[in-house]
């Protein structure tokens, strides 16, 4: 799947942000937010806030590696990669 937002190149691999990734981040930091706020009342909502979204931002940088994995492991292989689509 090719396009998206492009975010830039890794290995001359093109990398796209697919626009329904913004709506995955808000799910997640808004879940984790509201979880954080039942577990741990007396913390600031600023604070409950940042970490879900720190939390959010490591899962998604998580896939991003494992599918960079992917690719690099599919060059070595001398097998064509023309892009990587972070989708939903």
Not at 57 to 84: C, K, N
């Amino acid at each position: 799947m090719d396009g998206g937002i492009p975010i830039g190149r890794i290995r001359g691999i093109p990398v796209f942000l697919h626009p329904t990734w913004f709506v995955v981040f808000f799910l997640v930091t808004v879940t984790l937010s509201a979880t954080l706020g039942r577990e741990h009342a007396d913390w600031p909502s600023v604070l409950r806030i940042g970490l879900a979204a720190g939390t959010a931002i490591l899962f998604f940088a998580s896939i991003f590696l494992h599918e960079l994995g992917h690719s690099v492991l599919a060059l070595r292989h001398r097998v064509g990669v023309r892009s990587i689509t972070l989708f939903i």
